[in-house]
């Protein structure tokens, strides 16, 4: 099984919670403290602390600075980096993370990335944080990192280039193509730091995938929220990865095995206001209008009001229409979207012959091999109807049919 971090990072994300995450989530403070002594710098101290957030114990990290030289251009930087006796590996991340800095604050103020001077990141605790960082992520030796999409805050921050709005220029500039949301959060969660290790180190941005989680790390923030708290959540998880799998690959993988593949949409929403009819008349017609699946789910909202949850899945060609019908049939004002893919097996109809009438039944075929079957409930309810049977004797002939086959 392939070791996997996902990082929840609900409260946004800097280097010192990425840090206080990695060693509550079980990496070593003495083999994160001996490997910093292989750069060549002095000048700090680093303080781990045990502390908690919202009644959640998590991990507290901080680098206390005696240097006073706080900037340095990205030259400066790579050579102190590279000059180092760290593992190569964890040399090539942490100078990517930096690149990712660089080229960002390179765009924002019009200066060549070689002659950039780093204020705050090129600051002594920023270096011993994305250092720190690479250094941490080596240790869990992974196959892949995962990271939620990202809440960045709102208002504004004092730089060394003055006070900015929330998202800093280079926090924006970095998370470019990344899902970001503001959050309910009146200061800057997500740093620029933070940014460049998402942006770098993690391969997809998503929900949490189908994994077998082992251990959760909480890194603590400087701030208190005062409403959620103020933490980064790392997930240490097991699953199987296929690298650089894409929809063409996955395809011709299902098709070798009997079976097929396809991109598919799901639309949900939930619904308190409508009787049970309604809904029951609003599934049919969605089944009627190509849809691929409908169903409802219960669920309880706000103030504990219970509720239904619809969810159509559908092809990409049909969610526009889908979601007209959706409004024009509910009384929802919003609809959720989320991508995901189906597995399903080649599909045939056939008509049975009982002793006393026909049914359709749908067939699933593996290699050509019927493995399972479904009557149809409109047919067997028709010929219930005409015959006087029992609708359960009809779909148990149907069954019976296909067993001795």
């Known amino acids: 099984m392939d070791k996997i971090i996902y990082i929840d990072c609900f409260s946004g994300i800097s280097g010192d919670m990425m840090l206080g995450a990695l060693i509550d989530l079980g990496f070593e403070k003495d083999v994160l403290i001996e490997e910093l002594k292989k750069i060549p710098v002095k000048g700090y101290k680093i303080v781990v ?9 998590c991990t507290d990290f901080k680098v206390k600075i005696s240097d ?4 340095r251009n990205y030259i400066e930087i790579k050579e102190i980096i590279n000059s180092s006796s760290l593992k190569e590996n964890i040399k090539k991340t942490a100078i990517s993370i930096f690149e990712v800095l660089a080229t960002a604050e390179s765009k924002i103020h019009s200066v060549p990335a070689d002659k950039l001077h780093f204020h705050e990141v090129g600051a002594l ?21 995962y990271s939620a999409p990202v809440p960045l805050g709102s208002g504004y921050v004092d730089t060394a280039h003055g006070r900015l709005p929330v ?18 959060f009146d200061f800057e969660v997500t740093t620029p730091t933070g940014a460049a290790i998402l942006k770098n180190c993690a391969s997809s941005f998503c929900s949490i995938p189908f994994l077998n989680i082992e251990k959760a790390g909480y890194g603590s923030g400087s701030r208190k929220t005062g409403k959620i ?19 063409a690959e996955i395809k011709s993988e299902a098709l070798s095995e009997g079976f097929d593949f396809e991109d598919v949409i799901i639309l949900s929403a939930n619904i308190d206001d409508m009787t049970p009819e309604q809904l029951g008349y609003l599934t049919e017609k969605i089944l009627h209008e190509n849809a691929l699946d409908v169903w409802t789910e219960p669920v309880f909202m706000k103030k504990n009001r219970q509720a239904v949850k619809l969810n159509v899945l559908c092809r990409n060609e049909e969610e526009i229409r889908l979601s007209r019908i959706i409004f024009e ?39 050509g091999k019927i493995i399972t079957f479904s009557p149809e409930y409109e047919s067997c309810r028709q010929l219930a109807r005409k015959t006087k049977k029992p609708l359960k004797d009809i779909y148990r002939d149907a069954g019976r049919f296909f067993s001795t086959r």
């Not at 960082?133 to 240790?139: E, K, Q």
């Not at 800093?168 to 470019?176: G, Q, V």
């Not at 708290?229 to 929809?247: D, F, K, Q, S, V």
């Not at 959720?336 to 189906?342: A, F, I």
Request: charged content about 25%.
């Open 125 to 145: 605790d920023s270096i011993i944080d994305i250092v720190g960082t690479a250094i941490g992520l080596d240790y869990f030796n992974l196959k892949k990192i």
């Open 167 to 184: 998202p800093a220029p280079a926090t924006a500039e970095i998370l470019r193509g990344v899902p970001v949301y503001a959050g309910d």
């Open 49 to 57: 602390n045990r502390n908690t957030e919202n009644k959640i114990a």
């Open 68 to 71: 006073t030289h706080t900037s």
């Open 329 to 367: 049939e509910t009384t929802t004002l919003g609809i959720r979207r989320s991508e995901t893919g189906r597995y399903f097996l080649e599909r045939k109809e056939e008509i049975v012959k009982l002793p006393y009438g026909e049914v359709s039944v749908k067939l699933g075929c593996l290699k």
């Open 229 to 247: 708290p103020n933490l980064l959540r790392l997930l240490l998880c097991y699953g199987n990865i296929r690298e650089n799998t894409g929809m």
